[in-house]
Structure formats: C-alpha cells, structure tokens
C-alpha cells in the first residue's frame, strides 16, 4: 500500500494521533510440534530504544 493510500484511509478513521515508530521485531517458534501444542510462529515487538517488549502476536 503506498503512502497516500493509507494516510487516506487513516484520514478517514478520525485518528486522535499518528505517529511512526521504530520497533524491534523477533519471530521466533513456539510448540513442540505435538497435537496438544502444535508448532507456531510468535511476533514479539519491542520498544527500539529500551529493548521494552510492547507486544506479542501469535500466529
């Protein structure tokens, strides 16, 4: 999506602040392959100036 797309589309959303940030991503596996815990992928943010976790997303 290029930049005029979506600064339309948050334009439209009324957002109260936009800002653009730099994170640090690390995927890593989790699961150890079994029917009860197959292996997935997590998404782990964090903050790039105090390597603060923000965020987890499990896929």
Request: glycine share 4%.
């Amino acid at each position: 999506m290029d930049k005029e797309k979506v600064l339309n589309n948050l334009q439209k959303k009324d957002p109260y602040n936009v800002s653009v940030e730099k994170v640090i991503l690390v995927i890593t596996r989790k699961g150890d392959g079994s029917q009860n815990n197959p292996v997935r992928l997590v998404d782990h943010y964090y903050r790039y100036d105090t390597a603060e976790l923000i965020f987890e997303i499990e896929h």
